[in-house]
């Protein structure tokens, strides 16, 4: 990978990517694209930004001819709650947008695009825990149909047109750095926000929903090491499970206490209970294990200790 376009590259997991990789490659060989504008300098000072929506083709080919890319990190996608309430825009999003970045791979000879999965894949028909690589993939919310489609029109170019495209199934992602985006595991970060702030804390999820997560720097981990392995080597491409912890609210809740005593919570569970319930309580990653070396580096005690740290100096700065 020598210039790299990120798509999506103002939210949760493309604000932190980025600059992980302007570290590794350098900051005049990472592009930053995002449908909306950088209007508050949030990617730094430096490091060329572009404004384009995933669905123009044409746009996205003049900047991908501009800036003489090579591999994209496409990121740009409508989460599990916003395309619940927009499964026509979620649909156009994740399909349409990943297939006009698959088209011009192979118009442009692209050598590498990463497009991540999720958990939302599964659904019916599917062990609840542990998982499997290969298991039935029957998702009920739209955001787990694209997800779907997504990584069957992956391994369709791999396969059709040998195109080195790869993508790995995130659980809830965990972060303190940009707020997520629109999804059924956000209460997991929000739920930092009002811990380091006092208040407290209205869980959409009932207390004992289990799902997968996964810290923030154990993503980009997982997303680098998987854009750096060796293509010939990787059996699977497009789906790859990858796990760090998996906890309901209430353990979550219980390990903050364990750090701010007072810290209050409540349940209220909403519409994003349903999409919580169709999906699995933990993942069995062996696969990504086995091909391309992964392994985690928190666990949801270490996870809750940082996440407490930051934010607990972001309030003291009146940041948050
Ligand atoms: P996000 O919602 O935080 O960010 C998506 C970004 O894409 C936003 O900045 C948005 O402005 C941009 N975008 C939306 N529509 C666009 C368009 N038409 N053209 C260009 N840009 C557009 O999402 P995220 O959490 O950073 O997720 C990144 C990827 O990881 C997605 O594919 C998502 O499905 C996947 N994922 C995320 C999580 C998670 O917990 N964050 C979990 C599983 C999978
Ligand atoms: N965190 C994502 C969501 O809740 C999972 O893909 O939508």
New binding site residues.
Partial sequence: MNKILV?????????ELILALRKKYGTENVIA????PDTNKKLGEDGVFEV????DKDELRNIIKKHNIDSIF??????SA?GEKNPALCWN??IN?SFNVLDLGVELGLKRII??????VWGKNVEKENVKQDSVLQPTSV?GIT?VTGELICDYYVQRFGLDCRGL??????SHG??????T??YAVDIFYSAVKGEKYTCFLSEDTMLPMMFMDD?IKATMQLAEADFNKLEHHSGFNVTAMSFTPKQLAAEIKKIIPDFEIEYKPDFRQAIADSWVWSIDDSVARKEWGWKPDFDITAMTAEMIRVLSEKHKKGLI
């Fill in positions: 798509i999506g590259a103002l939210g949760q997991i493309g604000s694209a995002d449908l909306r384009v929506d995933v669905m496409h990121l740009a996608a409508i989460l916003v999003v994740n947008g497009i991540p999965s999720s958990m939302a955001y997800k199934r995130y659980p809830g992602i965990i940009t707020l997520p985006g629109g999804g595991t956000d993503c």
